[in-house]
C-alpha cells in the first residue's frame, strides 16, 4: 500500500529558482496538507485543501502557492526560493476531521 | 485560535523509568487530540488518539487521557525501552476560521539510554 507518497526526496536549490513539490495520496481522503519542520519549532501549517479544487492558507503561507485540481494530489509551489525555505515538508491527508493524518516521508529542501 | 503546548525536550531518561510529556491546548468546541511520533528520518506515525472528553487513548504501552477540565492530553509510559527514543508530537483537530485544521505542538525529543 502506498498510503501518501512525495517527491522529490531531496532537492537543492538556489535562491530565485522555481520548483514543485508533488503529493500523492491512494486513500481517497478528502482533508490534504502541507507542512514544513524546522529545528525546535515543530510543525508549521503552509497551506491545506478540504476537497478537489478547494484551497486555503495556514500559518505560514508567504511564498508558497498550491494547488488541488484532482483529489489524490496536493502540489506545493516555491515560485522563487530563498533561503528562508531550507526547511523539511511534509505532506499529510485524512478522510474527515476527527480522524487519524497519514504522513509522507518528507521532502528535505536546501536554498543556496 | 486553536494552539497546543507540549513541554520543552530533551527529555533524557534511562531504561525502564516512567516517562511524561505534558501537552496541553486551546480550542473551540469539541477537538480531537492526538500524539504522533517521529523516528530519526521518517514522517510522522499515530501512537495515540482520543476523540472526547475522559477518552483515554492507548497503544504500544502508551496512554493518554483526554482531561476537557483541565484542557490537557498528557502522554505516559510505565516502562521506556531504548526504542523509544524518538521526537512525540501532541496535536488537535478542531474547528478554526471556518474550517477544520489539523495543529501540532513543538515536538518533544526523548532520548532512552541502556
Known amino acids: 500500500n502506498a498510503g501518501v507518497t512525495q517527491t522529490p526526496k531531496f532537492r537543492v536549490l538556489k535562491t530565485g529558482q522555481s520548483m514543485t513539490l508533488l503529493c500523492a495520496q491512494d486513500m481517497n481522503h478528502e482533508y490534504m496538507y502541507w507542512y514544513r519542520q524546522d529545528p525546535g519549532m515543530g510543525l508549521r501549517l503552509i497551506h491545506y485543501?478540504?476537497?478537489?479544487?478547494?484551497?486555503a492558507k495556514g500559518e505560514v503561507p508567504d511564498g508558497y502557492n498550491v494547488s488541488r485540481l484532482k483529489k489524490q494530489n496536493f502540489l506545493l509551489g516555491l515560485e522563487s526560493a530563498a533561503p528562508s525555505q531550507t526547511s523539511v515538508y511534509f505532506c499529510?491527508?485524512?478522510?474527515?476531521?476527527?480522524?487519524?493524518?497519514?504522513f509522507g516521508q518528507g521532502t528535505r529542501l536546501t536554498v543556496v | 485560535g486553536n494552539s497546543v503546548t507540549q513541554m520543552e525536550g530533551p527529555v533524557t531518561l534511562s531504561e525502564e523509568a516512567f516517562l511524561t510529556i505534558n501537552c496541553t491546548y486551546t480550542a473551540t468546541g469539541y477537538p480531537s487530540l492526538f500524539w504522533y511520533v517521529q523516528y530519526p528520518g521518517e514522517g510522522l506515525q499515530l501512537l495515540l488518539k482520543a476523540t472526547k472528553a475522559d477518552d483515554k487513548g492507548s497503544n504500544k504501552g502508551f496512554e493518554a487521557t483526554y482531561r476537557k477540565e483541565t484542557t490537557s492530553f498528557h502522554l505516559e509510559k510505565g516502562s521506556v525501552q531504548v526504542s523509544d527514543s524518538a521526537v512525540y508530537f501532541c496535536a488537535l483537530s478542531g474547528f478554526s476560521g471556518g474550517y477544520n485544521k489539523l495543529i501540532f505542538g513543538a515536538g518533544t525529543r526523548l532520548a532512552v539510554h541502556p
Open positions: 499529510a491527508s485524512r478522510t474527515d476531521r476527527g480522524t487519524e493524518a497519514f
Open positions: 485543501s478540504v476537497g478537489e479544487g478547494t484551497t
